[in-house]
């Protein structure tokens, strides 16, 4: 009797690697439309919608972008995860409490929310609020390290404190080394900026006729994990050079109308009757 064919180890991860590339092909240069956004019930007066993730109908490999609406007085429960977390506030005035401290926020304010930070998010205002969230999650739950903790309507003092960092210790040796190395990160991170308000931003001329600014990143303060947030103005008739970036960029439109290339073609960006995202 004739023995089965084996595949090898090289046909394998030929055959692997070509249905990857052929799936991420699929999600790369989309535009999502505001009304393309389903808003669904996830708790009384907190509805949430998916722009790209794995939990909506967009599924992306390393960055998903969440939307999140909360009616006057709706509070959410308190959640950490191993991921951090951008925030972009877009419409009404709410807060966030992030490990305790409660932080108000309102149109145009962007926020941080650090790995294994405790945080929820209210409504302040008389009328429906509007956030955006975007996050690596869809990387780390393919590495395996996608874990999240929902605590409820526990207040923040009863709350657990976050994972323990060993300190580091003295010595030479690659584990002392390791340990040093790992508390000085921790330290760095655990002491980030967690708040942009848009009155406090000042938007800088570029030779293209835009004008740019940081709302996260580490130049101002932040610490977090690889993700940057810019804010974009661009003059009418004007635009930007060319240009292209080894990793995934999400592009919100917030007001005016304009064009982006992507690829062999150009789109459409308007945000009436309500924002897109790219």
């Known amino acids: 009797m004739a023995s089965p064919t084996r595949a090898t180890h090289y046909q394998v991860q030929k055959s692997r690697r070509a249905a990857l590339i052929q799936e991420w092909r699929g999600y790369q240069k989309s535009v999502v439309r505001l ?22 109908d967009r599924p992306t490999r390393t960055m998903d972008a969440l939307a999140h609406e909360l009616d006057p007085g709706a ?19 709410g807060w966030a409490e992030i490990d305790g401290q409660r932080i108000a926020w309102g149109p145009g304010d962007g926020l941080h929310l650090p790995i294994w930070s405790w945080h929820r998010f209210g409504n302040s205002g008389d009328r429906p609020c509007r956030y955006l969230t975007f996050s690596a999650e869809p990387l780390m739950w393919t590495m395996g390290y996608s ?12 709350l657990p404190p ?6 580091g210790v003295a010595g030479d040796d690659p584990l ?12 760095r991170r655990r002491s980030g900026r967690l708040h ?22 580490r130049a101002i303060g932040y610490q977090a994990s690889g993700m940057s947030m810019v804010m974009f103005e661009i003059a009418p ?30 789109t459409a960006a308007r945000p009436t009757p309500g924002p897109r995202a790219t």
């Open 35 to 56: 009304a393309d956004v389903r808003m669904e019930q996830t708790a009384p007066g907190v509805r949430r919608g998916v722009y790209t993730g794995m939990d909506g």
């Open 75 to 93: 509070v959410t429960s308190v959640n950490r995860h191993s991921w951090d977390v951008m925030v972009l506030c877009v419409a009404g005035w």
């Open 147 to 158: 874990i999240y903790e929902d605590a409820g309507r526990t207040p923040a003092p009863d």
């Open 162 to 167: 976050r994972p323990v960092q060993s300190p």
């Open 176 to 187: 002392a080394r390791r340990r040093r190395r790992l508390a000085d990160e921790q330290a």
């Open 196 to 217: 942009t308000s848009w009155d406090d931003l000042e938007l800088l001329n570029t030779p293209r006729g835009t004008r740019t600014t940081f709302m996260l990143d």
């Open 237 to 266: 008739g004007r635009g930007q050079s060319m240009h292209r970036q080894p990793g995934e960029a999400w592009l919100y439109v917030l007001e005016g109308n304009g064009r982006s290339f992507m690829g062999p073609s150009w």
